[in-house]
């Protein structure tokens, strides 16, 4: 059996006994009343409030989709992330401020592969006393940097 159909499988067996309580998805526990999935396309949906959490970290929105093969989801409506440990980015002093940060934004576009995290409308970043707003932002999971495009305005 492949790896990814064994990763397949036990997804499809984490959804068989998954309840509205939740079910864990890679290192994130996912909580929703409704999931979605197309075993064939590895495409899902959650049309409902959905929320994700991990240690020092959690993402809620008002729905998702996205595709479990190509490792790609875009969570929208009112999403909010958490990082209470302040490891998101480097925004605020680099590295070693570790303040707890938060963004939300009106949709989050999340690229496992390239570990890319986009976000669109009304994006609000906040880390220790800086925030900013912006219409776009887009964080590289493998640097943490954070770049930000159109209407960028700081307060410090």
Not at 22 to 36: E, I, K, L, R, Y
Not at 117 to 128: I, S
Not at 134 to 139: L, P, Y
Request: charged share 15%; glycine share 10%; with cysteine.
């Amino acid at each position: 059996m492949k790896q990814g159909s064994i990763a397949g499988l036990v997804l499809a067996l984490a959804l068989i006994g998954a309840t509205p309580a939740g079910f864990n998805f890679s290192d994130w526990h996912v909580s929703t009343a409704q999931f979605d999935y197309n075993w064939d396309t590895g495409t899902f949906n959650v049309p409902g409030h959905v929320t994700l959490t991990r240690p020092g970290s959690d993402i809620e929105a008002d729905r998702a989709t996205g595709n479990y093969k190509a490792k790609q989801a875009t969570l929208s409506g009112s999403v909010t992330l958490h990082d209470s440990n302040g490891v998101l980015t480097n925004f605020a002093g680099g590295v070693a401020s570790r303040e707890p940060a938060t963004l939300t934004c009106d949709a989050l576009q999340i690229d496992g592969v390239t570990k890319t995290y986009t976000a669109t409308g009304n994006v609000r970043f906040v880390q220790g006393p800086n925030v900013v707003t912006a219409d776009r932002a887009v964080m590289n999971g493998f640097s943490h940097d954070l770049h930000l495009y159109g209407n960028v305005h700081l307060h410090d």
